[in-house]
C-alpha cells in the first residue's frame, strides 16, 4: 500500500491508529505542518505541498499529500499511524462490532490491517474499557504471513485484544468448538486475483492461495499444462506466461482469457467455501465478505450464490441492504454492477465497491455484509 501511494493520482491514505494516539493528537504533531484541504482532489496531484484530508465516510483516516515519507516519522514506527487505503478500511468499519457482538473472528488475518483495525473499534466500542471482555480471533493459515501478522498486531498495541491462531486453517475451524461459542461478528478477506489492486492494471493476474484446498478443483500449474499455455500463447501472439509468487499470500498467475475465466472459477469456489464456512458459526449475527478484485466472479456472484445455499437460508442469513449499513458508508456512492447480480436480494444497492483510476484516490475493492436475526 505505502508503494501504491506514491504512484500518481493516489494519496497517502492514513489510519489513525486509536488504540495508542487520537486524530486531533496526530493534526497536532505527525501532521502539524500539513495545510488541511476540503477536497481529495487537492491532495492527489503531487505540486509539493503538504496537505492533509479528513476522510467523510471512514473515522480516523487521512488522506496525505503522496510527496511526503510517512515512514519516517515517529508515528509511524511506534505504531500510532498505519498507512492503510481507504478501501482497505471499508470491512471492519462495515462490519462495525459492538460489546453486544462477543468475540469478533478475522478468518484471513495476515498481514493484519484489518484484524487490528477491527481491534480499534472493538476497543472504543466498549462502553467500560476496564473490564474488556472481548477479544479479536485472527486466523492465517501461512505460517511465513502469520509471523507478519504476529508483529503488525504487537506494533499496532493490539496484543491485548487479540488472540492470533497462527497456520491455523479457517476451514479446519469447527464453528462447533466452544472457543468460538461467542463469535458474534466474521470478517473474510481471502486471497483473490489482487486485480484491485494499484499499478496490477495492464494485464490479469490472478492469485491462489498457495497450495490446493481440498475439494476446490483448483487447476494445478503443472508442466505440461504451462508449456502447452505458452505454446498457445505464442501461437496467438497473446501475453507472455509466467508464474510469480506475490506478497499478498499466494501466485499471481498471468494469461490468457480462457484461463482467466478458469483461475476465476477456482478462486470463487474457494472464496464461496469460506463464506458458507462463516455461515455456520453458531452465535454468528454479522459477516464482511470483501476482495480486493475487480471481477464481479469473485465478488456479486460470490454472494449471490451463497445467499441462495441451503445454509444461508436455513440460519436465515441476508444481505445487508443499505439503510442499515453504518454512517458514512450508507452515503457511499459506488455500489454491485446490477448486470452481474441475478436475484433479487437488493445485492446491488447493497454491496460496496470501489474502482481505481476514478478520481477517488483508492484501489478496486469489494465488500459486502451480511446479517442474520436471532434463531
Ligand atoms: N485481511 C488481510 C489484511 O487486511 O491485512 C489481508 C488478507 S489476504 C487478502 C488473504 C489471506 O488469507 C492471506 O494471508 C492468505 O494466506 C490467507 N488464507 C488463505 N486461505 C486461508 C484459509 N483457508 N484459512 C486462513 N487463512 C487463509
Redesign the pocket.
Known sequence: VDAQAQQAGYPRWVRINTLVTCLEDQLDTTFAHFERVLNIKAVIVPNGEKLIYIDPHIPNLVAASPNVDLTKTEAYASGAIIL?DKA?CF?AYLLDPGSEDGDVL??????????T?LAAILYQHHPDPMHFDQAVIA????RT??GT?DK?VKKAAADQICKLLLG?????IDPNDPRYRNVGAL?L????S?SGIVGRDCIPTI?L??DS?EGNPQPKLDGSKKRKRETNEEEEGQQESRALVDD???MILVGSDPELEERLGALSS?QLM?LLHAFKFPSAKKITY???SIYAEENEKVVGRALQSHVARARGWKILARKDQVRGLREWPIRGELASCDSNEGIADAVIRSYKDDGRGVMGFFVAGFVRDDK
Open positions: 492503510q482497505s470491512p478475522d478468518a484471513c488475518a495476515a498481514p493484519g490491517n484489518k484484524t483495525h486466523c492465517e493459515k501461512d504471513r502469520a501478522l503488525m491455523q486453517d479457517f476451514l479446519k470478517l478477506d481471502p486471497s483473490c489482487g492469485h492461495p498457495r484446498i499478498d499470500g499466494g474457494f469460506l470483501s476482495t480486493c
